[in-house]
């Protein structure tokens, strides 16, 4: 290793089991997001929701789509969340690895395009790592179709448009959001991380405990940005490869685990971490993953040589289970074996001491076998009888069982790569992508207080004739997240409204309380999930009036469908508590932004009365609050 590690390496070849594991992780955490907004599936993607299609499709661009557009049912919406589950299902196990991908971002192209106001920097990230893995032999290690390859490439490393592609995406993450965060308190102060983890709406867990130590949040304040711009460069680097890309990854690692107790910005630092893990260098990789040892007792499986099913099996077996010395038969071609597998009905499995294992034994035996997962030999032997009765309503229909691997598992006999078009078209998009992001950087005379030599009017642009293509397939990215600085306007929501029977309560989320000023004590009571915080804060802004609308008009629907006679809401008032983060040492301002006043029964009906009265005992009680428009 000592001496890999001093010799020039291509920054941008990577390891096959790197991107098998981006794969798994991003099927896994496409399950997560789907989970997290199905329960809110009629809310968000139906015409009976906060955002109906024809909303949807004005606020998109002329060059964006969606599958989610063809109807307007929750019924629709759910069958495409499902396909979307089963496809990145396919994608984590390897079935169909290319399709599935390509399906996969199709989908989860649509969803983002149907409702972008929930959308946040993770689910771009996502979105593009699933792009470019569209690309990359990723299934072909850690996956089913990788059973079925008949002559599999023992070399883990790959090289391709695809990996630099790759490479370019996930570092360009860090290295132009440091570009982008100019504000005095990155450059001058070091208070960027105050700042960011008094920010209530996304602080939580260790925040509180530290983010007043200025000893601390300055110094870290500055090696976070350092990080951000200088480890890209570091891991691109030939010389020195393996340390310095490794170095970078774990130091990326270790931001993103910080996030994670620090900060509630959903999926993103998992998807993050997930990325950082598919550039991981090959002799590391193989220090971390050192080769499955073989076993040392000869398996014999032999199957039913007019089962291609049965046949299939026992490869999948063998690969999942990291059995090499094991030997698959068809059990015709063995005069003592055949007319044993006709009477029994049932696969035939030896030993290396002659024993002969059928039907459900022959698979515990075969499990516990495997030094991977001998475990599940020993829970699978606990089924007992029931097991043979699984085993035969298999082979009662293994004919249809067939015809299904015959789609999802066909033989191949090298696994296949991107061809020379699609390797030129990689090639093409990483050029523009990259262009795209030099281009989203405004500031350039000044990186961090240091002088470039280039003008304050010197900016990058775009390269505008690849906008229509940017915009269909979404691959439009700007890394801003906490620049130029990080949000100091904090808050949260108040939503008073008034019952038939005259009641003044606070409706929340679909919740009646008693009315009071005071911040929710747990996030939750805020807010159900990030979904809901990306798309009640984006009502704030003034250009979201027909947004509130829509939100009023779906919070009168759905209340009183649930509540009956003097529970119904007449009408209430949304207001926003704005708290502006102040310096260290300075006690925050706070005031009230009413954002909209909505009757339910005739939205143009603007009865300032019916509510406002019953909160003006509230204001005038609390001198620290100013209602203002």
């Keep these: 290793m000592r001496a890999s590690f001093f010799k020039l390496n291509n920054p941008f070849t990577l390891d096959l089991r790197a991107l098998a594991l981006l794969r798994v992780g991003l099927g896994a955490l496409l399950l997560a997001d789907l989970a997290i907004r199905a329960p809110d599936l009629a809310i968000w993607l139906s015409d009976n929701g906060v955002f109906p299609r024809s909303a949807s499709i004005e606020f998109n661009s002329d060059w964006r789509w969606s599958l989610y557009w063809l109807n307007g049912e929750p019924l629709w919406a759910g069958f495409l969340m499902a396909m979307a589950a089963g496809f990145a299902t396919m994608l984590m196990f390897g079935v169909r690895t290319r399709s599935a991908s390509i399906v996969s971002f199709i989908l989860l192209l649509s969803l983002h395009n149907r409702n972008p106001l929930l959308l946040q920097g993770g689910d771009n990230l996502l979105l593009l790592l699933l792009f470019w893995g569209c690309f990359l032999p990723w299934g072909e290690r850690l996956s089913i179709d990788a059973s079925m390859v008949r002559e599999p490439r023992r070399d883990n490393r790959y090289l391709s448009a695809g990996s630099v592609a790759l490479?370019?995406?996930?570092?360009?993450?860090?290295?132009?959001?440091?570009?982008?965060?100019?504000g005095d308190e990155w450059v001058k102060d070091g208070t960027a991380i105050y700042y960011a983890l008094h920010n209530e709406q996304v602080a939580f867990g260790l925040a509180q405990y530290w983010r007043d130590l200025h000893w601390l949040t300055q110094p870290l304040t500055q090696y976070v940005w350092w990080l951000e711009l200088v480890a890209p460069l570091l891991a691109l680097s030939p010389l020195f490869f393996i340390?310095?890309?490794?170095?970078?990854?774990?130091?990326?690692?270790?931001?993103?685990?910080?996030f994670i107790f620090n900060l509630r910005i959903g999926l993103f630092p998992y998807v993050s971490i997930i990325?950082?893990?598919?550039i991981m260098p090959t002799v590391v990789l193989d220090r971390l993953w050192p080769k499955q040892k073989g076993n040392k007792a000869v398996i014999q499986m032999y199957f039913d040589?007019?089962?291609?099913?049965?046949?299939?099996?026992?490869?999948?077996l063998k690969y999942a289970l990291g059995l090499p010395n094991a030997t698959i038969q068809a059990a015709q071609d063995d005069a003592q074996i055949g007319p044993i597998l006709e009477r029994e009905n049932s696969w035939v499995v030896i030993d290396e001491h002659g024993r002969q294992w059928l039907r459900w034994a022959a698979l515990v035996y075969v499990l516990r076998c495997s030094r991977r997962f001998g475990w599940l030999g020993k829970l699978f032997e606990r089924v007992g009888q029931r097991g043979d009765v699984a085993y035969n309503w298999i082979g009662d229909h293994?004919?249809?069982?067939?015809?299904?691997?015959?789609?999802?598992?066909?033989?191949?006999?090298?696994?296949?790569?991107a061809g020379i078009s699609m390797s030129l078209i990689a090639g093409a998009l990483a050029v523009l992508v990259l262009w795209h992001n030099i281009a989203s950087i405004d500031k350039w005379d000044r990186i961090h207080g240091m002088d470039t030599g280039l003008g304050p009017d010197f900016q990058v642009s775009p390269p505008s004739i690849a906008d229509p293509l940017y915009s269909w397939l979404r691959l439009n990215q700007r890394w801003n997240m906490f620049a130029p600085w990080p949000q100091k306007n904090d808050g949260w929501f108040l939503m008073p409204g008034v019952l038939k029977g005259g009641d003044l309560v606070e409706i929340g989320f679909m919740a009646p309380n008693e009315f009071s000023f005071e911040r929710p004590m747990l996030s939750g009571v805020q807010y159900q999930n990030y979904r809901w915080r990306k798309y009640l804060t984006r009502l704030q802004s003034k250009q979201s009036s027909t947004h509130r609308l829509r939100y009023g008009s779906w919070l009168c629907r759905t209340w009183n469908a649930e509540y009956q006679a003097s529970e119904q809401l007449e009408a209430f008032n949304l207001y926003w508590v704005k708290k502006h983060t102040e310096p260290p040492g300075h006690q925050p301002e706070i005031n009230v932004e009413l954002l909209m006043e909505y009757h339910c029964r005739d939205a143009k009906l603007v009865d300032e009365k019916i509510v406002k009265e019953k909160l003006v005992e509230f204001v005038k009680a609390s001198a620290e609050f100013k209602v203002y428009r």
Excluded: N
């Excluded at 340390?243 to 910080?258: D, H, K, M, N, S």
């Excluded at 040589?305 to 999948?316: A, G, N």
């Excluded at 293994?398 to 191949?412: S, V």
């Design 167 to 182: 490479v370019l995406q996930v570092l360009s993450v860090y290295f132009f959001s440091a570009l982008l965060k100019t």
């Design 243 to 258: 340390g310095f890309r490794t170095f970078a990854v774990l130091a990326f690692i270790c931001l993103e685990i910080g």
């Design 275 to 278: 990325s950082l893990v598919a």
């Design 305 to 316: 040589k007019h089962c291609f099913f049965c046949e299939k099996t026992c490869y999948l």
């Design 398 to 417: 293994r004919q249809q069982f067939g015809q299904l691997t015959a789609i999802l598992m066909p033989w191949r006999q090298t696994y296949p790569r």
